[in-house]
């Protein structure tokens, strides 16, 4: 008996952690849009909006070269730096996506 | 002498299958769901897909266009009917006039839908009319893949178009002019050789062989909120066409078959 319970509970701590695993998968993808600016474009995998999500753009250094928010749309437009950089979708902690800058092509 | 013979038996089983076979209107592009962004080609072609049989002649379309959706973000509308430039596409046994262009694709959902200028089938005596949609997805965020997009005659997805593993089901609801259908006739095809876009051809080469002619085309009838549901036993496209979901349309005085056609593609679990 205690053990059927014990599984029970188990199965829905699992059910429950990958679900909600699932839901807040984060995704980000950059696009350079051929003027010398990038757009990166935030979500989830369950199509909620990433309106608001905090992005950074960071040199290797870890130095923060552009701080900023996803807009109402979940896109984030900014220059392009001459150095190398990498973004940062930052969705809280165990949710970042890192996209690296020479990955970026239109 | 024997060879003669069985050449008029092919032309005679030929001739006699072509009516049995379903005409599907094509928006074909080589992945429905990706990972990366880019250029991607897309071509129209209307034709007969299990035996890349006879392919019909095109007219311009009346209307050519995408839906792109992302997250919550509403979806935007994008005309591509000006992009589009003839080309010939080679079936098995002849070729068509068909349309060609290339997209490019950001993240989230991409619906292509086109509404095709009616064909005239002479061997039938009416104008066929197939509203056709597609939609791939980049990257995994999901749209409004859920949502019609308003085409006069459509299928809806009721489940997610380009996430189908091999032996999934897929379900869909047929629309005429915003209202389901009850108890419409679907057919449906395997797209059974590859479309070859660098030579606009089919390959030559068969996916898989039917054993007797029920199996080219199959058929299924929605239920009473016209809804339909089918079994995917195989990777690869999947076409579904929703027949004469308007009986009274009629074209420059013609009866014509107003249809709705949908593509899915089912992948694999490796």
């Known amino acids: 008996m205690k053990k059927v319970f014990l599984k029970m509970v188990l199965a829905a701590v699992l059910i429950f952690t990958a679900s909600t695993g699932l839901a807040h998968t984060p995704l980000c993808s950059c696009y350079d849009n051929g003027d010398g600016t990038i757009t990166c474009e935030g979500g989830f995998s369950d199509g909620s909006s990433a309106a608001g999500v905090a992005l950074r753009v960071v040199e290797k250094s870890g130095k923060v070269l552009i701080k900023g928010k996803m807009d109402e749309d979940s896109e984030f437009t900014f220059e392009r730096p001459s150095g190398p950089f990498k973004v940062q979708f930052d969705a809280g902690p165990g949710h970042v996506v890192e996209v690296e800058g020479k990955e970026i092509s239109q | 002498m024997k060879k003669i013979a069985a050449m008029l038996l092919g032309l005679a089983v030929m001739a006699m299958s072509v009516p049995a076979f379903a005409h599907f209107q094509m928006i074909y592009t080589p992945e429905a769901a990706m990972n990366k962004g880019g250029k991607i080609p897309v071509v129209l072609v209307f034709t007969h897909p299990f035996e890349a049989g006879h392919t019909m002649d095109m007219g311009k379309p009346e209307q050519f266009f995408v839906l792109r959706s992302r997250g919550e973000n509403a979806p935007k509308k994008r005309d591509l009917l000006n992009t589009l430039k003839p080309i ?86 047929v629309l005429c002019n915003g209202k389901a259908v009850p108890g419409a006739e679907i057919e449906i095809e395997y797209l059974n050789h590859k479309p070859l876009l660098d030579k606009n051809a089919f390959a030559e080469e068969a996916n898989a062989t039917a054993p007797q002619d029920a199996f080219v085309l199959q058929t299924i009838f929605a239920d009473s909120n016209g809804v339909f549901t089918f079994g995917i036993p195989k ?36």
């Open chain 2, 88 to 173: 010939t596409w080679q079936s098995l046994i002849n070729s068509g006039k068909a349309w060609a262009t290339t997209y490019s694709a950001r993240g989230g959902d991409h619906a292509f839908c086109v509404i095709p200028e009616p064909y005239w089938e002479g061997g039938e005596g009416h104008y066929i009319k197939q509203n056709t949609k597609v939609i791939i997805n980049v990257g995994g965020e999901p749209g409004a893949w859920m949502a019609p997009a308003g085409l006069p005659t459509e299928i809806v997805p009721l489940s997610k178009p380009y996430d189908r593993w091999t032996g999934n089901v897929f379900q869909g609801r």
């Open chain 2, 235 to 270: 990777a690869g496209w999947w076409g579904f066409a929703a027949l004469d979901l308007d009986p009274s349309y009629k074209y420059k005085g013609k009866k014509c078959s107003r249809d709705a056609v949908m593509w899915i593609k089912a992948v694999d679990m490796k």
